[in-house]
């Protein structure tokens, strides 16, 4: 039997690589594992255009649809923040995948937006799949 442990990951999309899949101990959670692989060449300062510096780095992690019933799918970036050489303001880069204002991915979002356009509320969703709700 194959399990997502002995899958090595190699992709890369948006400017970030995915590195490896990590799966919990009871096989209820996946964790898809994305770096960020832009070069401070090519990213400027959003407020006066200036060059950049790593500053620090960072993590953040998004919710998405579960691969399967009953499991909770997420997925870690590993992101830069950025201070500009000229005005020195800090910044973080971009997740293009994450739905603006939540810590979900766009795909999650349209998964729930289609559970509301069918009008299944939550209360009947969590019957459906009662893990991944939170």
């Known amino acids: 039997m194959l399990y997502l442990d002995d899958i090595k990951v ?73 201070q500009c050489n000229c005005c020195h303001e800090i910044f973080t880069e971009e997740i293009p995948f994450k739905y603006t204002g939540t810590r979900i991915t766009y795909r999650a979002a349209n998964w729930i937006k289609g559970f509301l356009q069918q009008k299944i509320v939550m209360n009947q969703y969590k019957r459906i799949n009662p893990k991944t709700h939170d």
């Not at 959003?46 to 998405?64: A, H, R, T, W």
């Not at 499991?71 to 923040?81: E, L």
């Open 10 to 82: 190699e992709f890369e999309s948006q400017g970030f690589k995915g590195t490896h899949i990590g799966i919990s101990h009871d096989k209820d959670k996946s964790v898809l594992f994305l770096e960020s692989v832009k070069s401070t060449q090519t990213v400027r300062c959003p407020y006066c255009g200036g060059s950049v510096y790593i500053y620090e780095n960072g993590q953040v992690k998004l919710k998405d649809i579960p691969i399967q019933r009953g499991t909770t799918h997420i997925w870690n970036f590993f992101i830069h923040r950025y």
